[in-house]
């Protein structure tokens, strides 16, 4: 059985945000390519963001540091350390309000990876 001690992971992917030219840093936890469930963990310093996107499946979005903002359209919501934001089927970004790293939980649907 693994196991993930995602409080050293925050730690660690916050501390490769600082060095990033981009600010953010991001790392999968489990699951991947060819796999229905796929959970990354995505530092970004306070300002960083992911731009607009749609998500390939289901998806969620816990903060295990920091806080967040996530937009789609006029559609608006923040997240602190311990809360989960679910991910709605539409363009949406993420933005950190100060220094943050996130777990992103996506369940793809079966047809993104049939295309894959």
């Known amino acids: 059985m693994d196991r993930t001690s995602l409080t050293a992971l925050a730690r660690d992917e916050l501390d490769r945000a600082r060095t990033a030219p981009a600010q953010r840093s991001a790392r999968t936890v489990s699951g991947g390519s060819g796999h229905l469930l796929r959970q990354t963990a995505i530092a970004l310093l306070s300002g960083a963001s992911l ?36 991910v709605p089927d539409a363009v949406h970004a993420l933005e ?16 993104v990876l049939a295309e894959g």
Do not use: F
Request: hydrophobic share 40%; net charge negative; charged share 25%.
């Open 51 to 86: 731009s607009e996107h749609r998500n390939p499946g289901e998806a969620t979005v816990q903060v295990l540091l920091g806080r967040v903002r996530m937009t789609a359209g006029d559609d608006a919501g923040e997240a602190a350390e311990g809360e989960l934001l679910a």
């Open 96 to 111: 950190a309000l100060e220094d943050s790293v996130v777990l992103l939980t996506v369940a793809e649907h079966e047809q």
